[in-house]
């Protein structure tokens, strides 16, 4: 049983376009939300994270909208660039004791040139 | 240094082999995860390790066995793997000492294991 969905699962978007990736949750316990970037062959890299005392939260390009009564948590990338293209996995976590990250199934964003 | 680094790239074994996995670490954080990734998955948790000592095993077969020599160091021994077990293994630290930055997990770059 998947904790967080994401959708889509994939999307193109033009060079300079938005990319829009959405995740959802049930578990009210959740109270920390990173964002990974994984290329093909590598590793996740954190990109950004969120805590639920803010509402959004920008670095550079990425910003996180947080709505917490909705249960729900977005990445939009700004001014999308060819070097953007990855796979992109939202995450959600418990307190300070949790080790767990429950991971969102994925988006693969391609920016076309 | 801010890298988790992770030995070998790629890993080809057969059913009957011994090998092992190699992860190290030198940003003075106390937890070390092993995670197992498919292809256009997400990373699936094996184990961790909190402090050196085994915090969390995810119901991993016994063909997998971790060990945490100390804090920076994090191996997996593998033994009669199947091919199914064939995956990207990722290595992941985090400070482990609680507060709002202790859940941030980094990642190395992951071995790539064929199992044949």
């Known amino acids: 049983q998947q904790q967080v969905k994401q959708s889509p699962q994939s999307l193109i978007v033009q060079k300079g376009g938005i990319s829009i990736i959405n995740c959802a949750y049930e578990?009210?316990?959740?109270?920390?939300f990173p964002w990974y970037q994984q290329f093909p062959g590598k590793g996740p890299a954190l990109l950004i994270a969120i805590r639920p005392d803010v509402s959004e939260k920008k670095e550079g390009r990425f910003t996180i909208s947080f709505n917490k009564s909705a249960k729900q948590f977005s990445l939009h990338i700004m001014d999308s660039q060819p070097g953007d293209s990855a796979t992109y996995f939202c995450?959600?976590?418990?307190?300070?004791?949790?080790?767990?990250?429950?991971f969102g199934a994925g988006t693969t964003v391609t920016v076309r040139a | 240094d801010t890298e988790v680094t992770q030995t070998p790239k790629h890993l080809v074994m057969g059913m009957t082999n011994k090998k092992s996995l190699k992860c190290e670490q030198h940003m003075g954080h106390r937890a070390m995860y092993w995670y197992k990734q498919k292809a256009k998955k997400p990373p699936e948790l094996m184990f961790v390790?909190?402090?050196?000592?085994?915090?969390i095993n995810e119901s991993v077969p016994s063909r997998f066995s971790p060990e945490c020599p100390n804090s920076s160091l994090l191996n997996l021994h593998l033994h009669a793997l199947q091919p199914e077990d064939s995956a990207l293994y990722l290595c992941?630290?985090?400070?482990?000492?609680?507060?709002?930055?202790?859940?941030?997990?980094?990642f190395g770059p992951g071995t790539r294991l064929t199992v044949l």
């Open positions: 578990n009210t316990a959740f109270d920390y």
């Open positions: 995450a959600a976590s418990r307190g300070p004791n949790d080790y767990k990250l429950s």
């Open positions: 992941a630290s985090s400070r482990g000492t609680g507060g709002i930055s202790y859940n941030e997990q980094f």
């Open positions: 390790y909190s402090y050196e000592k085994l915090s």
